[in-house]
Protein backbone atom coordinates (compact mmCIF):
# COMPACT_ATOMS: atom_id res chain seq x y z
CA UNK A 1 0.00 0.00 0.00
CA UNK A 2 0.76 3.39 -0.78
CA UNK A 3 3.26 5.04 2.48
CA UNK A 4 5.00 8.40 2.63
CA UNK A 5 8.21 9.47 4.48
CA UNK A 6 8.69 13.16 5.16
CA UNK A 7 12.68 14.48 5.36
CA UNK A 8 14.27 17.49 6.04
CA UNK A 9 15.99 19.67 8.72
CA UNK A 10 14.97 19.26 11.70
CA UNK A 11 16.48 22.84 12.67
CA UNK A 12 15.79 26.07 10.55
CA UNK A 13 16.95 29.62 11.63
CA UNK A 14 14.22 32.67 12.09
CA UNK A 15 14.11 34.38 8.56
CA UNK A 16 15.25 31.15 6.68
CA UNK A 17 13.26 28.93 4.82
CA UNK A 18 12.05 25.55 6.06
CA UNK A 19 11.94 23.18 2.93
CA UNK A 20 10.24 19.67 3.25
CA UNK A 21 10.36 16.36 0.77
CA UNK A 22 7.53 13.73 0.99
CA UNK A 23 8.50 10.51 -0.77
CA UNK A 24 5.43 8.57 -2.16
CA UNK A 25 6.25 4.81 -1.70
CA UNK A 26 4.10 1.59 -2.96
CA UNK A 27 1.96 3.49 -5.69
CA UNK A 28 2.49 6.53 -8.15
CA UNK A 29 2.52 10.04 -7.82
CA UNK A 30 0.90 10.80 -10.74
CA UNK A 31 -2.54 9.23 -9.56
CA UNK A 32 -4.08 11.65 -7.01
CA UNK A 33 -3.49 14.93 -4.58
CA UNK A 34 -1.16 15.25 -1.96
CA UNK A 35 -1.08 17.67 0.57
CA UNK A 36 0.92 19.21 3.61
CA UNK A 37 -0.19 19.78 7.14
CA UNK A 38 1.43 20.19 10.93
CA UNK A 39 0.68 20.40 13.94
CA UNK A 40 2.08 22.99 16.65
CA UNK A 41 3.36 21.10 19.78
CA UNK A 42 0.64 20.16 22.15
CA UNK A 43 -1.95 22.06 19.84
CA UNK A 44 -4.63 20.84 16.70
CA UNK A 45 -3.69 20.57 13.25
CA UNK A 46 -3.69 23.20 10.27
CA UNK A 47 -3.67 22.26 6.60
CA UNK A 48 -0.97 24.13 4.55
CA UNK A 49 -1.96 23.06 1.18
CA UNK A 50 -1.84 20.74 -1.63
CA UNK A 51 -0.29 19.65 -5.16
CA UNK A 52 -1.81 17.61 -7.83
CA UNK A 53 0.52 15.78 -9.77
CA UNK A 54 0.15 18.15 -13.31
CA UNK A 55 1.49 21.13 -10.70
CA UNK A 56 -1.52 22.59 -9.81
CA UNK A 57 -1.89 23.86 -6.32
CA UNK A 58 -3.78 25.43 -3.58
CA UNK A 59 -2.68 26.84 -0.51
CA UNK A 60 -4.14 28.17 3.01
CA UNK A 61 -4.50 31.88 2.82
CA UNK A 62 -2.66 33.21 5.85
CA UNK A 63 0.27 31.04 4.47
CA UNK A 64 0.17 31.48 0.89
CA UNK A 65 2.53 34.57 0.32
CA UNK A 66 5.02 32.38 2.20
CA UNK A 67 4.08 28.89 0.90
CA UNK A 68 5.63 27.18 -2.37
CA UNK A 69 4.41 23.37 -2.83
CA UNK A 70 5.90 21.27 -6.30
CA UNK A 71 6.28 17.60 -8.01
CA UNK A 72 8.94 16.02 -9.28
CA UNK A 73 7.31 12.87 -10.86
CA UNK A 74 10.50 11.28 -11.82
CA UNK A 75 11.36 11.10 -8.38
CA UNK A 76 8.10 10.12 -6.78
CA UNK A 77 7.84 12.83 -4.15
CA UNK A 78 6.65 16.53 -3.55
CA UNK A 79 8.14 19.18 -1.58
CA UNK A 80 7.18 22.22 0.86
CA UNK A 81 9.44 25.60 0.46
CA UNK A 82 7.94 27.92 3.55
CA UNK A 83 9.58 31.09 3.64
CA UNK A 84 10.73 34.04 6.46
CA UNK A 85 9.97 31.51 9.34
CA UNK A 86 9.42 32.44 12.53
CA UNK A 87 8.95 30.64 16.30
CA UNK A 88 5.12 30.71 15.34
CA UNK A 89 6.54 28.04 12.26
CA UNK A 90 7.98 25.46 14.84
CA UNK A 91 5.76 22.39 14.60
CA UNK A 92 5.36 18.86 13.26
CA UNK A 93 4.84 18.99 9.58
CA UNK A 94 2.80 15.91 8.00
CA UNK A 95 2.54 15.03 4.47
CA UNK A 96 -0.57 12.80 3.06
CA UNK A 97 -2.48 11.40 0.16
CA UNK A 98 -5.52 13.31 -0.94
CA UNK A 99 -7.65 16.63 -1.04
CA UNK A 100 -10.46 16.40 0.03
CA UNK A 101 -9.70 14.11 2.92
CA UNK A 102 -6.43 12.54 4.00
CA UNK A 103 -5.32 9.44 4.10
CA UNK A 104 -2.53 8.09 4.21
CA UNK A 105 -0.43 10.23 6.52
CA UNK A 106 3.35 9.97 6.72
CA UNK A 107 5.12 9.69 9.89
CA UNK A 108 5.81 13.45 10.58
CA UNK A 109 8.83 15.34 11.10
CA UNK A 110 9.44 17.80 13.73
CA UNK A 111 10.66 21.24 12.49
CA UNK A 112 12.27 23.84 15.11
CA UNK A 113 12.62 27.30 14.17
CA UNK A 114 15.64 28.86 16.63
CA UNK A 115 18.49 30.85 16.60
CA UNK B 1 -9.90 30.04 17.27
CA UNK B 2 -11.12 26.76 14.66
CA UNK B 3 -13.43 27.26 12.20
CA UNK B 4 -14.97 23.88 13.12
CA UNK B 5 -15.86 23.52 16.83
CA UNK B 6 -15.72 20.46 18.91
CA UNK B 7 -15.57 19.90 22.88
CA UNK B 8 -12.33 19.49 24.67
CA UNK B 9 -12.91 16.20 26.02
CA UNK B 10 -15.66 13.40 26.08
CA UNK B 11 -15.00 10.23 28.65
CA UNK B 12 -16.78 7.48 29.09
CA UNK B 13 -16.49 3.80 30.07
CA UNK B 14 -15.18 0.83 28.28
CA UNK B 15 -18.41 -1.04 26.42
CA UNK B 16 -20.20 2.13 26.27
CA UNK B 17 -21.10 4.75 23.48
CA UNK B 18 -19.55 7.72 23.25
CA UNK B 19 -20.23 10.84 20.35
CA UNK B 20 -18.05 13.54 19.06
CA UNK B 21 -19.53 16.62 17.81
CA UNK B 22 -18.17 19.18 15.27
CA UNK B 23 -19.66 21.85 14.65
CA UNK B 24 -19.66 24.33 11.69
CA UNK B 25 -22.04 27.25 9.78
CA UNK B 26 -23.09 27.56 6.52
CA UNK B 27 -19.98 28.27 5.19
CA UNK B 28 -18.72 24.62 5.38
CA UNK B 29 -21.14 22.01 6.93
CA UNK B 30 -24.57 24.02 7.04
CA UNK B 31 -23.26 23.89 2.91
CA UNK B 32 -23.76 20.25 2.61
CA UNK B 33 -20.12 19.90 2.42
CA UNK B 34 -18.93 16.37 3.69
CA UNK B 35 -17.18 15.79 7.13
CA UNK B 36 -14.06 13.68 7.91
CA UNK B 37 -12.72 12.08 10.74
CA UNK B 38 -8.83 11.48 12.27
CA UNK B 39 -7.98 9.29 15.39
CA UNK B 40 -4.52 10.44 16.67
CA UNK B 41 -2.60 8.28 19.04
CA UNK B 42 -0.34 9.51 21.44
CA UNK B 43 2.97 10.60 19.43
CA UNK B 44 1.88 9.24 15.87
CA UNK B 45 0.12 10.36 13.13
CA UNK B 46 -3.29 11.30 12.73
CA UNK B 47 -5.54 8.19 10.99
CA UNK B 48 -8.45 8.52 8.66
CA UNK B 49 -11.59 6.73 10.39
CA UNK B 50 -14.59 8.36 8.65
CA UNK B 51 -14.53 10.14 5.14
CA UNK B 52 -17.29 11.49 3.68
CA UNK B 53 -19.55 11.93 7.13
CA UNK B 54 -20.44 8.44 7.40
CA UNK B 55 -17.71 6.08 5.47
CA UNK B 56 -15.48 3.73 7.37
CA UNK B 57 -12.19 3.18 5.41
CA UNK B 58 -11.05 -0.95 5.27
CA UNK B 59 -10.00 -1.92 8.28
CA UNK B 60 -11.62 0.41 10.65
CA UNK B 61 -13.88 -1.32 13.22
CA UNK B 62 -17.46 -0.99 12.82
CA UNK B 63 -17.73 0.89 16.38
CA UNK B 64 -16.56 3.57 14.30
CA UNK B 65 -19.57 5.63 12.43
CA UNK B 66 -20.46 9.47 11.32
CA UNK B 67 -23.51 11.63 10.90
CA UNK B 68 -24.39 15.19 10.16
CA UNK B 69 -27.50 17.07 10.68
CA UNK B 70 -27.42 20.61 9.64
CA UNK B 71 -24.37 22.26 10.20
CA UNK B 72 -22.99 19.33 12.76
CA UNK B 73 -21.46 16.36 12.39
CA UNK B 74 -20.66 13.62 15.05
CA UNK B 75 -18.61 10.38 15.04
CA UNK B 76 -19.95 8.23 16.96
CA UNK B 77 -18.16 5.15 19.21
CA UNK B 78 -19.90 2.11 20.36
CA UNK B 79 -18.60 -0.87 22.61
CA UNK B 80 -15.37 1.61 23.67
CA UNK B 81 -12.36 0.10 24.60
CA UNK B 82 -9.17 1.32 25.91
CA UNK B 83 -7.05 1.38 22.50
CA UNK B 84 -9.54 4.31 21.33
CA UNK B 85 -8.25 6.77 23.65
CA UNK B 86 -7.00 9.37 21.22
CA UNK B 87 -7.45 12.66 19.89
CA UNK B 88 -9.90 12.89 17.53
CA UNK B 89 -10.10 15.94 15.18
CA UNK B 90 -13.00 16.58 12.07
CA UNK B 91 -11.94 18.48 8.32
CA UNK B 92 -14.60 19.56 6.03
CA UNK B 93 -14.02 22.22 3.70
CA UNK B 94 -14.79 25.54 3.74
CA UNK B 95 -14.07 28.24 0.72
CA UNK B 96 -12.13 26.31 -1.13
CA UNK B 97 -9.45 25.59 1.95
CA UNK B 98 -9.39 22.42 3.99
CA UNK B 99 -10.21 23.25 7.94
CA UNK B 100 -9.65 21.58 10.57
CA UNK B 101 -11.83 21.15 14.36
CA UNK B 102 -9.75 22.05 17.25
CA UNK B 103 -9.59 18.32 18.36
CA UNK B 104 -11.39 16.53 21.04
CA UNK B 105 -9.50 14.50 23.98
CA UNK B 106 -10.86 10.82 23.81
CA UNK B 107 -10.42 9.39 28.18
CA UNK B 108 -11.32 5.95 28.30
CA UNK B 109 -12.27 6.16 32.22
Known amino acids: QVQLQESGPGLVKPSETLSLTCTVS????????WSWIRQPPGKGLEWIGY???????NSNPPLKSRVSISVDTSKNHFSLKLSSVTAADTAVYYC?????????WGQGILVTVSS | QSVLTQPPSVSGAPGQRVTISCTGS?????????VHWYQQLPGTAPKLVIY???NRPSGVPDRFSGSKSGASASLAISGLQAEDEADYYC?????????FGGGTKLTVL
Open chain 1, 96 to 104: ARGREWFDP
Open chain 1, 26 to 33: GGSISSSY
Open chain 1, 51 to 57: IYFSGST
Open chain 2, 26 to 34: SSNIGAGYD
Open chain 2, 52 to 54: DTS
Open chain 2, 91 to 99: QSYDSSLRV
